[in-house]
């Protein structure tokens, strides 16, 4: 059975800094593209950030120099560490397991970024 759980979310203040993980199990974790989604209230689902298999990452325009996702392939666990939060990142995020043929999602973690 495939899971992904995330962890690490909360209410921080605008400048906070939190750390998301996503423990996964049930896929051979080394071979996937680990990803963030989030998903505000009104707004569609976007790509915070990707890691491939072989450790190229990809950034959204306004996440870059804040965000760093990383993999620790041993403990198939992926991390989005967030500094500099803004309230503009306030959204339920989403960790992202894909490969050709498969494509899986966790049940989301909320953050919250306010005053």
């Known amino acids: 059975q495939v899971q992904l759980v995330e962890s690490g979310g909360g209410s921080v203040q605008p400048g906070g800094s939190l750390r998301l993980s996503c423990a996964a199990s049930?896929?051979?974790?080394?071979?996937?593209?680990m990803g963030w989604y989030r998903q505000a209230p009104g707004k569609q689902r976007e790509l915070v950030a990707s890691?491939?298999?072989?450790?190229?990452?990809n950034y959204v325009d306004s996440v870059k120099g804040r965000f760093t996702i990383s993999r620790d392939n041993a403990k198939k666990t992926v991390y989005l560490q967030m500094n500099s939060l803004k309230p503009e990142d306030t959204a339920v995020y989403y960790c992202n397991a894909r490969r050709v043929g498969d494509n899986r999602w966790g049940k989301g973690t909320l953050v919250t970024v306010s005053s």
């Open positions: 049930g896929i051979i974790f080394n071979i996937y593209t």
């Open positions: 890691v491939t298999s072989g450790g190229s990452t």
